[in-house]
């Protein structure tokens, strides 16, 4: 089965680079339609996409985030990593990866368990 488990600094200091990796196994990222994407969740708010590598290396940013945002990927070690530059308490959530079907229902079927970054102030 798939899963997919993040890795990284659990604190990054105000204006510093927040860098996360996602290990997958169990599939290949390069495997056709698939889409793998960060979502982050702010403690007692909602989910918030980030953005997501698509099999062939595509990236696709939120708006209001993609001045920010780098994701890139090592094939050769099947994990896609996330960069998030300039970082602010506002930043601190936990932080997802996630498998994203690539159909027109976008499902998003396999996720990670998340980890905590929290932002000093």
């Known amino acids: 089965q798939v899963q997919l488990q993040e890795s990284g600094p659990g604190l990054v200091k105000p204006s510093q680079t927040l860098s996360l990796t996602c290990t997958v196994s169990?599939?290949?990222?390069?495997?056709?339609?698939?889409?793998w994407s960060w979502i982050r969740q702010p403690p007692g708010k909602g989910l918030e996409w980030i953005g997501a590598?698509?099999?062939?290396?595509?990236?696709y940013y939120s708006p209001s985030l993609k001045s920010r945002t780098s994701i890139s990927r090592d094939t050769s070690k099947n994990q896609f990593t996330l960069q998030l530059s300039s970082v602010t308490p506002e930043d601190t959530a936990v932080y997802y990866c996630?498998?994203?079907?690539?159909?027109?229902?976008?499902?998003?079927?396999?996720w990670g368990q998340g980890t905590q970054v929290t932002v000093s102030s």
């Open positions: 590598i698509d099999y062939s290396g595509s990236t």
């Open positions: 169990g599939g290949s990222i390069t495997t056709n339609y698939y889409y």
């Open positions: 996630a498998r994203v079907q690539g159909n027109l229902a976008r499902l998003y079927d396999y």
